[in-house]
């Protein structure tokens, strides 16, 4: 804006991020955030009152086949959030190999630098990279990182995350329980699609599809149909949790999460919208504004049963004919038409330059124009001037109030006048861009690798021979069933807040009883196993996919840690340090909060802890009662690389992991006995990808 001078009080980053909107009982609310999986989706959720945004980029996100946003659009859609006062978090939540950590931190570089207010994380490894090289960015833990505890809050506030995503399947007294406690916000989820494994557990379309749920890639095999009992055990109903708003408000959550990047924008716009009426009026959802809500978009309904803790057969549902309907007679979203309030004070005095101020929301600037002329026929009035300033058309903002100073009888043209207005706007918008310097990655050096064990872990210890026992180094058993016959405990995958005194009682109990290692599935349970006095182990669900991960492993203190099945060999060669390998088993696919086996078959089978789930072609995934009532679903094929021990030495694959489910004595034996011989596998089998 030449010939104009601004003065700024406040960057529109501070703005936004101290920007809190407030209740008529002047209680902050929490931030509602919604997707935008498109550009018109942006727009409609910037219209429909959003707080916050979360979009990706064309890629390292968990929504690939979301429309996105291409790079030459990026920049326009930061400078539309920050025009309206909307927070834009940019997702980078997916793993990362070593191989793409340049490019992901060049994504990130060139994001920071257009105006991302946040990244959302799933990587260990990836957010070590952008708090090493970018440690002015604010980082989100995204929920696929799996964080379900106030000890995993503790963790990633270290690693340099300032807000957690919550894993869907938490309860409101846990919420209550984890805000009261964690030393980082907590995001919830409010709306939308519910994974039926817990986020970043799931590795049923990666394993048996080729489709990476944790690269972004998931085929749904949940909601497909399955043999024997309910036909659809694993297709839940989409959350709603609009009728319970007083209470998520009372519970200290700092946002609510509106899940929906593949959906429409008409999609975005209607549900954000009866999400911002409820929350600025405090109050839960009727049941006329239930019914909208589900014909807008719904499986059958809804399901609130996870935070209520009522878990049961009413959270399954699919999409219906019927659904599908009426979700075709949404209104369709035009464009953007919410503006924000603006006020001016506007001073024009004689031989001295014209001055305008612009304020919204806390940010105010001023700048600073022509001189006016002294008026010889029709001096400026408060109206006319008025009136020109007011022309605020397809800006963000609406003319307020107006305090304008005239010290005699002057006159400035209209076009000057706009001229000003434009000015003042075109500041009070600002620019969202940063000054950033050029970073390259280092990839960090390869990590030193230890000499490697065998360990294997069992459902059950009545499934331990004396085989078992002289071949391997370490064996591992589930908490619940440590009898002190081996030297390693499984802790259970979940463990929410209010499971975690019973956890910690049973793992001190398992050190009296000779446990020595704990295998950890979680960065919020390293705690536990210490706190036990036991050497923790990092088990695969953590998901070291890249050597930055498997560093950030080795500083918190694991002892050695499993890696990613969803890895080729060349991957792992790439990692090296104290890794080891899925080398023998079946993998877990799905880790369950809603008990799957009383859908396939009966409580009687729920409480022996197994069945099988048959899918369209017939191949059978064993279903395993794990920790209470959680279910772990196991590949139909188990792994197998006994007579590739050349090829795993190649690769330099040292330590070595089994993994037991529904195998017999024998069975165990005879595998054993197999693998240590070279011998080739007898059925058909799972291989690790050179």
């Known amino acids: ?23 008529k009982f002047g209680k902050a609310l929490p931030e509602l955030l919604a997707p935008a999986g498109s550009a018109r989706a942006l727009d409609a959720a910037i219209d429909a009152g959003a707080d916050a945004v979360y979009f990706g980029a064309s890629a390292f996100n968990a929504r690939i086949g979301a429309k996105n946003f291409v790079w030459d659009e990026l920049s326009d859609a930061f400078e539309r959030c920050h025009a309206y006062g909307v927070r834009a978090y940019v997702t980078l939540n997916t793993l990362v190999l070593d191989r793409e950590m340049g490019e992901y931190l060049g994504t990130a570089e060139k994001l920071w630098r257009l105006g991302a207010d946040a990244f959302i994380v799933a990587d260990l490894g990836g957010a070590a990279v952008l708090r090493r090289y970018l440690p002015e960015a604010e980082l989100h833990a995204s929920t696929q990182m799996s964080g379900h505890n106030t000890y995993a809050a503790k963790v990633l506030h270290d690693l340099g995350f300032s807000r957690m995503v919550l894993a869907r399947e938490t309860s409101l007294e846990n919420i209550k329980t984890f805000t009261k406690n964690s030393p980082i916000e907590a995001e919830i989820f409010i709306h939308g699609a519910l994974c039926v494994s817990h986020s970043g557990q799931c590795l049923f379309s990666s394993i048996v599809g080729g489709r990476s749920g944790n690269r972004g890639e998931c085929a749904q095999p949940c909601r497909l149909p399955y ?16 009728a319970h708003i007083p209470s998520i408000i009372d519970s200290g959550a700092a946002s609510l999460k509106i899940e929906g990047r593949m959906k429409s924008a008409e999609y975005v716009h209607a549900v954000t919208s009866v999400y911002r009426r409820l929350l600025d009026e405090r109050r839960g959802a009727d049941a006329k504004e239930i019914e909208y809500l589900s014909s807008v978009f719904s499986r059958g309904g809804f399901t609130d049963g996870y935070f209520t803790g009522k878990i049961g057969r009413g959270m399954l549902g699919v999409r219906s004919d019927e659904d599908k309907e009426k979700t075709r007679a949404l209104e369709t979203f035009d464009k953007i038409k919410r503006k924000r309030p603006v006020n001016i004070r506007a001073v024009f005095c004689p031989d001295e330059p014209s001055k305008l101020t612009m304020s919204s929301d806390g940010k105010e600037v001023t700048v600073s124009g022509d001189v006016p002329m002294a008026a010889i026929n029709a001096p400026m009035t408060y109206e006319s001037v008025r009136t020109s300033l007011a022309k605020l058309g397809d800006t963000p903002f609406f003319l307020d109030s107006a305090d304008i100073d005239i010290r005699g009888k002057l006159m400035l043209p209209a076009s ?10 075109a500041a009070l918008i600002g620019k969202a861009k940063r000054d ?11 990590l030193s690798a230890d000499k490697g064990c065998l360990s294997a872990r069992f459902v059950s210890a009545d499934t331990v021979t004396d085989k078992a026992r002289s071949f391997f180094d370490r064996i ?12 390693g405990v499984i802790i259970p995958p979940v463990v929410f807040d209010g ?12 050190k009296e009883m000779g446990a020595k290692y704990a295998l950890v599935g979680n960065l919020g349970h390293i705690e536990f196993a ?37 890895l080729t060999l060349a991957q792992i060669r790439d990692i090296g340090g104290k890794s080891a390998v899925i080398v023998c088993g079946r993998l877990p696919l799905m880790l369950l909060e809603k008990c799957a086996i009383k859908e396939i078959s009966s409580c009687e089978a729920c409480s022996k802890g197994s069945v099988s789930l048959t899918d369209r072609m017939g191949k059978s995934f064993p279903v395993i009662r794990e920790w209470e009532h959680r279910n772990v679903i196991y590949n139909s094929l188990p792994t197998y690389m006994g007579d590739k021990k050349q090829i795993l030495s190649k690769f330099g694959v040292s330590g070595k ?9 024998e069975e165990v034996d005879e595998i054993i006995y197999a693998y240590e011989a070279g011998r080739s596998p007898k059925g058909i089998v799972r291989r690790i990808k050179e």
């Open 499 to 510: 499971e975690i005194d019973e956890v910690s009682k049973k793992l001190k109990k398992a």
């Open 1 to 23: 804006m030449k010939g104009f001078v601004l003065c700024l009080k406040e960057t529109v980053s501070e703005l936004i991020k101290t920007d809190m909107k407030s209740d």
């Open 227 to 242: 043999a024997r009992g309910n036909s659809y055990p694993l297709s839940l109903k989409d959350l709603c949790l609009a």
């Open 416 to 425: 000057k006048l706009n001229a000003l207005r434009r000015a003042a706007v």
């Open 530 to 566: 210490k706190e036990a006095g036991l050497v923790p182990v990092g088990d695969f669900r953590l998901n070291i996919f890249n050597r930055e991960s498997a560093a950030q492993a080795e500083a918190l203190g694991f002892e050695e840690y499993i890696l990613s099945p969803e």
């Open 436 to 446: 950033v310097p050029e970073i390259q990655y280092k990839s960090i050096d390869k």
């Open 657 to 665: 992991h089994f993994i037991f489910s529904d195998e017999g004595r």
């Open 476 to 487: 591992y058993l589930p908490l619940k069933a440590f009898d002190g016959s081996v030297n």
